[in-house]
Structure formats: structure tokens, C-alpha cells
């Protein structure tokens, strides 16, 4: 079983920056892939980002070039950079945790985060 708790949402301007974080308990963080996903009302949950043991990355297009994933499995937290905001980029983002050796998948509460003047 594992944990997952997501900080540092918010409001913020157009063009402005946030970084997310996400922090897992439990045992075996570094073999989890880990993933940012975000929701608008009514919408389905679509990724963000997502990281991999060894550090490889992807991206939704939406985002490349504005968003970093990055993790530090001293910590077991994974973090998400987003510069550029946009207000589309407003939704609640959630943190997901996927096992690649049974699928097993945990997600957080999910954060606010809202791109607005």
C-alpha cells in the first residue's frame, strides 16, 4: 500500500510558475512510475507527466517545454515544475503511483491549482 500527499497548488498569474510536490509512504518508491495527472470538472483525468526508475520522462504535449517531472527517492517525492502558466493549464492535480511489476495504482487527494489575474 502507498500513500500519496500532493502540496504546493494555488492561485497564480498568467505566466507565473508553481511547483508541485508529492510525497509517498510506504517501501519500494524507486520502482513505482510516477505521474502527474490533472481534472477539470466534468472532464476526464489526463496525464501530465510522468517519470520512470531510471529518470526517463513524458509529457503531454500541452505541456512540453513548460513542465519538468522530476523525483528524489532519498525523499520518495516526486516533484512537477510548471513555468509558463496558462489559464488552461487550471485543474486539480493529482499524483499517481503505478507498481510495473503488478499494476497496482494509488493516486493522492489532488491539489488546486488555479491560473488566473
Known amino acids: 500500500q502507498v500513500q500519496l500527499v500532493e502540496s504546493g497548488g494555488g492561485l497564480v498569474q498568467p505566466g507565473g510558475s508553481l511547483r508541485l510536490s508529492c510525497v509517498a509512504s510506504?517501501?519500494?518508491?524507486?520502482?513505482?512510475?510516477m505521474g502527474w495527472y490533472r481534472q477539470d470538472p466534468g472532464k476526464q483525468r489526463d496525464l501530465v507527466a510522468s517519470?520512470?526508475?531510471?529518470?526517463?520522462?513524458d509529457y503531454a504535449d500541452s505541456v512540453k517545454g513548460r513542465f519538468t517531472i522530476s523525483r528524489d527517492n532519498a525523499k520518495n517525492t516526486v516533484y512537477l515544475q510548471m513555468n509558463s502558466l496558462k489559464p488552461e493549464d487550471t485543474a486539480v492535480y493529482y499524483c499517481n503511483a503505478r507498481n510495473p511489476f503488478n499494476n497496482n495504482a494509488y493516486w493522492g487527494q489532488g491539489t488546486q491549482v488555479t491560473v488566473s489575474s
Open positions: 510506504g517501501s519500494s518508491f524507486s520502482v513505482y512510475i
Open positions: 517519470i520512470i526508475v531510471g529518470g526517463g520522462t
